[in-house]
């Protein structure tokens, strides 16, 4: 079965701190792979998304996430933090192939918190 | 400008007793979906409508029921709520199924169900 691995439940960073949040998943073929953001009492937003092309991806907010395919990664990475990042982040996968009705397969997601 | 409404934000039913969820939408797209989130899970997908065109996941227990009126609401009806089915439900849109690079889901803020 398609999975999708964070290893990280809490992160904990002093603003101005690098990112950097890790995501596996388990589906071999092609796939779609996307990093959604919660702020606190608000919906899930879309931060950045891959499909095809360049493997660096460039997000909203100066976030960006690499997809690197050996290693079935797609990490999130912000150089420097702010306190207004603090939110749950979640990675998502799903598999681009003819006929996919685009499913999305969520990782349990990662808490950050940024202290001022 | 709100996009994806649900209500209510907090839902508490007793043991057994039907429950309706509600979500709507401004964005005329035409599909909805219907995740349930338990506390420290990711999402997971219940079902999604294609305009009238309904598609359970395999795995979504018979308590649960959905309906779409019209392209702008749907509701999620549990029969019979048991306390494991304690979560936050969220609804989410699309303006076709599959995932090409134009077709984003789009989140409500989930409505938390408590079930007494």
């Known amino acids: 079965a398609q999975s999708v691995s964070q290893h990280n439940h809490h992160v904990i960073l002093s603003e101005a701190a690098s990112l950097e949040l890790g995501c596996n998943y388990s589906y071999g073929g092609t796939v779609n792979l996307f990093w959604y953001v919660q702020y606190p009492g608000q919906h899930l937003q879309l931060l950045l998304k891959?499909?095809?092309?360049?493997?660096l991806v460039k997000g909203i907010k100066g976030f960006e996430a690499e997809f690197i395919k050996s290693k079935f990664s797609f990490n999130l990475r912000k150089p420097s933090v702010q306190w207004s990042d603090t939110a749950e982040y979640f990675c998502a996968v799903t598999p681009n192939y003819g006929g996919s009705q685009g499913n999305l397969i969520f990782g349990k997601g990662t808490k950050l918190s940024v202290k001022p | 400008d709100a996009m994806v409404i649900q209500n209510p934000r907090y839902q508490v039913t007793q043991f057994g007793k039907p429950v309706t969820l509600s979500c709507s939408q401004t964005?005329?797209?035409?599909?909805m979906y219907w995740y349930q989130q338990k506390s420290s899970q990711a999402p997971k997908l219940l079902f999604h409508y294609y305009d009238k065109d309904f598609n359970n996941e395999a795995d979504t227990p018979d308590n649960f029921q959905s309906r779409r009126p019209n392209t702008s609401f749907c509701f999620l009806d549990i029969r019979s709520p048991g306390l494991g089915d304690a979560a936050m439900y969220l609804c989410?849109?699309?303006?076709?199924?599959?995932?090409?690079?134009?077709?984003?889901?789009?989140f409500g803020p989930g409505t938390r169900l408590t079930v007494l």
């Open positions: 989410a849109t699309s303006s076709q199924l599959g995932l090409r690079y134009d077709n984003e889901q789009f």
């Open positions: 891959y499909f095809s092309g360049d493997p």
């Open positions: 964005l005329n797209h035409n599909v």
